[in-house]
């Protein structure tokens, strides 16, 4: 399948301050990512569809000014959380729909896990 | 104290013995469906796939079952490893459906020697 990386894998930030998290596809030209949320003990939860060139379509309940969602290439997209608050803290995670094998399934990073003091 | 919902149904099995999770999914129209394997701290990896014209798909020890009938899937793993541990998740989607997956509560597999 796909090959995906995030970066950072974990991040500590104070209350206040933005986030940024890349994903990025190594092996696949990506023209959709997707963005989770996973509390702990918890499901995956979608927060957003992000499409290369376009603006990136959120999930209900999810604020599209707090979480910034940026798809400039075929290979990146990236998610700023801004003005992040404790409650905010979870591990992101992303994936790529398609890979070089496949193109009607969804590959995984490895999560990036933000704490927010 | 704890919430209900926040504790993953575990299934507990001895190494080298057959392991089945179960899963429910919501949707009749949903036309795929996949399984995911993920270790702490890690992203979910992909295990395989099926479907819904399809009632059963082997893979290398694992064999998902599908019951439109009832909306059920499940995951069968033969000759289950220690490394085998971790939560496994049952993914639905629908080809019209913008390529979105809906993910299930999850179950934990502990592999005991």
């Known amino acids: 399948g796909a090959v995906v990386s995030q970066h950072p894998s974990w991040v500590i930030c104070k209350s206040g301050t933005s986030v940024k998290i890349e994903c990025r596809s190594l092996?696949?030209?990506?023209?959709?990512m997707f963005w989770y949320r996973q509390f702990p003990k918890q499901s995956l939860m979608l927060m957003a569809t992000?499409?290369?060139?376009?603006?990136?379509?959120?999930e209900q309940g999810v604020e599209k000014d707090k979480f910034l969602i940026n798809h400039a290439s075929l290979t990146l997209s990236t998610l700023t959380v801004t003005s992040a608050h404790p409650e905010d803290s979870s591990f992101y995670i992303c994936?790529?729909?398609?890979?070089?094998?496949?193109?009607?399934?969804?590959?995984f990073g490895p999560g990036t896990r933000l704490t927010v003091l | 104290g704890e919430s209900v919902g926040l504790h993953l149904p575990t299934l507990s099995v001895q190494e080298g013995d057959n392991s089945i999770i179960n899963c429910a999914y919501s949707?009749?129209?949903?036309?795929?469906f996949i399984w995911y394997k993920q270790e702490s701290g890690k992203g979910p990896q992909f295990i395989i796939d099926?479907?819904?014209?399809?009632d059963k798909r082997q893979g290398q020890r694992v064999t998902v079952l599908l019951n439109k009938t009832v909306k059920h899937l499940s995951l069968q793993i033969a000759a289950t490893q220690p490394g085998d541990s971790a939560v496994y998740f049952c993914?639905?989607?629908?080809?019209?459906?913008?390529?979105?997956?809906?993910f299930g509560a999850g179950t934990r597999l502990a592999v005991h020697p």
């Open positions: 099926i479907r819904s014209n399809m």
């Open positions: 993914a639905e989607g629908f080809s019209g459906g913008y390529n979105k997956l809906i």
């Open positions: 994936s790529v729909h398609g890979g070089p094998h496949r193109t009607d399934t969804q590959y």
């Open positions: 992000s499409n290369e060139g376009s603006k990136a379509t959120y």
């Open positions: 949707n009749s129209a949903s036309d795929y």
């Open positions: 092996d696949f030209q990506a023209t959709t």
